[in-house]
């Protein structure tokens, strides 16, 4: 079923509110009444990702966890606290490069304490070399200040996030059951793109708070697994927004 650019605007802003604020009872029920009759809703109760410890691949180990301590200036509850987020790396040292999402570090309040990224069970400060600024542009690439090993690097995509296409998401979800309160890296193997458009797409990969900023990958026989997106958000039931690397893939290239 094809969809119109305001109805796919619409499921991306729901979803974006769910992976960021939590699960609101209001948005699944518009989810279900908007978008019932798309392709790939998960009605499984079986959880269909994998924890990379139990089914390792070869891009695993170029994922790694982020921390950002953010000031929370709304809600009932403003404050401080430690954003978690997934990263990707994608250029070697001595200071490797990572893709992650915008909102993974736009909160920071304290240059005393920078996002940091675990790299190899040591935790490595981060500095923004480039983004998107915004979550209309959910993107951003950091470079650790040390120097920092570089495991694994998961080569850049370049083509688009097309409808219908297969891709792997996978990040450090913070669910209780897989993620372990995101002390596992989890991906969810062969979801669908179910809807896009220029600036983003939309997906049945399943992700959970925490999996922000982790890597969207596609495979195919002659280049192997590749870098295709960035988790921005998603519902934590069946709906996650994906932003293509093919937004950012030139700033990305020309960076040093």
Not at 53 to 68: F, M
Not at 100 to 118: K, N, S, V, Y
Request: one cysteine or more.
């Amino acid at each position: 079923m094809r969809h119109s650019m305001a109805s796919i605007g619409s499921l991306v802003e729901i979803a974006r509110c769910g992976l960021r604020l939590g699960y609101w009872a209001a948005a699944l029920t518009l989810l279900i009444t908007t978008s019932g009759a798309q392709a790939g809703a998960a009605t499984d109760p079986e959880d269909p990702r994998h924890r990379a410890q139990d089914a390792p691949r070869d891009w695993t180990r170029a994922v790694v966890r982020l921390e950002t301590p953010i000031r929370h200036r709304g809600g009932d509850h403003p404050g401080h606290r430690i954003e978690h987020c997934t990263g990707t790396l994608v250029g070697g040292g001595p200071n490797p490069l990572l893709v992650t999402a915008w909102h993974c570090i736009e909160g920071q309040f304290d240059l005393t304490r920078p996002p940091r990224a675990e790299i190899d069970g040591r935790w490595y400060a981060l500095r923004v070399l480039a983004s998107g600024g915004s979550m209309a542009a959910d993107w951003a690439v950091v470079t650790t200040v040390d120097p920092a090993p570089t495991p694994a690097v998961l080569p850049i995509h370049a083509g688009t996030l097309d409808l219908g296409a297969r891709v792997t998401a996978g990040g450090f979800s913070r669910d209780d059951q897989l993620g372990a309160i995101g002390q596992h890296l989890t991906y969810h193997e062969d979801c669908r793109v179910i809807a896009a458009q220029r600036d983003d797409a939309l997906s049945n990969c399943l992700a959970y708070k925490g999996a922000s900023g982790g890597p969207v990958i596609v495979n195919d026989a002659e280049q192997g697994y590749r870098l295709a997106g960035v988790i921005s958000a998603g519902d934590s039931l069946a709906r996650s927004v994906l932003v293509p690397v093919s937004r950012f893939s030139r700033r990305l290239i020309a960076l040093p």
